[in-house]
């Protein structure tokens, strides 16, 4: 049995049909490719143009309403409607663009959104329920992204941001900032002192060696970055930060951080090198490979099992755990995995 579960809740595909929703395809959708047996496939589009940084770090509520949802989600593109104008208010004839058809038309939408999300929500938390009704308590309670990874996955794509790293680097720096300052403003639920455990996931996905140079990763990446995961940690909660990619270049800066207050996940990494830079600074944890579960043999995952054990656990430090999700694995592969950890482990 694991000792936590990762889990970032359910959500549904109605509500998405609903939204018309273009970054995700999902099992169950008319049409769709993705396996029933998968997660959903991420989509990449440009939902922002070069020359609309300045609109979104002037005006974020007004870009999101104006030209990101009815871009993203095109069913509920009557909110783009929505605008004020600075003029006499004597009447509620300035509110005109809140029930303009098309923003009449995606509040029914909405409602309906609203119904099903909540459905989800309610199937999460008995889900939630069951699993750390037998044992197993959740790792983090709560998820945020690196603030370059916002804007390169979500408005100017892969693509986009490579454009930007060359032509407009500040705009990136400010709209980070923007994106991060965002971000932990949202975090007051963390001070309620109660809470039983206070963690909160961060995915890395773009900052991954050789996607940009140290000097940008440094800049534009990590301290935007660490601003958020300080921010958090001054508020007593652990970032569990998953570095996705190879990471082998990166590990100095990661060390930055106060002694003991984060927890680091690696899916490519020198185990060693990373065991050796993070000793007495941060947990760390994965790098054992999915695939071996997926297409290897018992004797291959034991084998590997014992090697990642045999760098890592000397001294402690170290959380045994997968370089990614686990998905159509070999039940007895997982089983060998498991039984070796326990065993091996405590050698």
């Known amino acids: 049995m694991p000792d936590a579960y990762t889990f970032t809740g359910l959500t549904s595909g109605v509500s998405n ?33 070069q020359d609309e940084y300045e609109e979104l770090i002037g005006d974020f509520t007004g870009f999101m309403l104006r030209k990101y949802i009815p871009r993203a989600f095109p069913g509920l593109a009557g909110l783009g409607s929505i605008g004020f104008v600075p003029s006499i208010v004597l009447s509620t004839r300035p509110l005109a663009g809140l029930y303009s058809d098309g923003a009449l038309e995606t509040y029914e939408k909405l409602r309906e959104i609203a119904r099903h999300d909540r459905e989800a929500g309610a199937a999460t938390e008995k889900l939630i329920s069951d699993v750390e009704s037998i044992g197993i ?8 992204q690196a603030p370059f990874d916002i804007i390169s996955d979500y408005y100017r794509g892969t693509v986009g941001m490579f454009h930007d790293l060359v032509d407009c680097p500040d ?21 309620n002192p109660d809470m039983p455990y206070k963690r909160v996931f961060f995915p890395l996905h773009k900052g991954m060696d050789r996607f940009m140079s140290p000097e940008q990763y440094l800049e534009l990446y990590w301290k935007p970055l660490r601003k958020v995961m300080i921010a958090l940690i001054d508020l007593g909660v652990t970032p569990v930060v998953f570095a996705e990619g190879p990471y082998n270049t990166r590990l100095e800066c990661l060390a930055d951080v106060p002694p003991g207050k984060v927890i680091y996940q690696f899916e490519t990494v020198d185990i060693a090198k990373a065991k050796s830079i993070f000793n007495g600074i941060a947990c760390f944890s994965g790098n054992f490979p999915v695939y071996l579960l997926e297409y290897g043999n018992k004797q291959q995952v034991i084998e590997e099992a014992k090697r990642l054990l045999d760098i890592c656990a000397p001294g402690g430090g170290y959380i045994f755990n997968t370089d990614k999700y686990i998905e159509n694995v070999k039940r007895e592969n997982l089983e060998a995995m498991f039984e070796t950890v326990r065993e091996y482990g405590k050698a």
């Not at 395809?25 to 049409?31: C, L, T």
């Not at 308590?137 to 945020?144: D, I, K, L, V």
């Not at 705009?171 to 001070?191: N, P, V, W």
Request: charged share 20%; aromatic share 12%; glycine share 8%.
């Open 17 to 49: 049909e609903i939204a018309g929703s273009t970054m995700i395809d999902w099992p169950g959708r008319p049409g769709s490719k993705v396996s029933d047996y998968s997660t959903h496939q991420v989509i990449e589009h440009e939902y922002m143009e």
């Open 137 to 144: 308590p959740a790792m983090f309670n709560g998820a945020s």
């Open 171 to 191: 705009l990136i720096a400010r709209a980070c900032d923007m994106f991060a300052d965002i971000q932990i403003a949202s975090y007051g639920r963390f001070k």
